[in-house]
């Protein structure tokens, strides 16, 4: 059972690197609803609103 804790724990592990990495990726984000976008866009995918901005480092 320690094998598949162990095996698990990487798996998760590995999930927020990855989710991390393309965080750091995102270009633009929504006003409204905090969503990253890796593109510029006229309005957000999720909500519809129009408040796209791009994200300064």
């Known amino acids: 059972m320690s094998l598949f ?3 698990g724990r990487k ?3 590995l999930k927020q690197e ?3 990495a ?3 990726e995102a270009t633009h984000r929504c006003i409204e609803c905090d ?3 890796y593109t510029d ?3 957000c995918p999720e909500c519809g609103s ?3 901005i ?3 480092d």
């Open 18 to 20: 990855v989710g991390n």
């Open 35 to 37: 969503t990253l976008l």
């Open 5 to 7: 804790n162990d095996l």
């Open 50 to 52: 129009t408040s796209v």
């Open 22 to 24: 393309s965080d750091d």
């Open 54 to 56: 791009p994200i300064s």
């Open 41 to 43: 866009h006229d309005e």
């Open 11 to 13: 798996v998760e592990e």
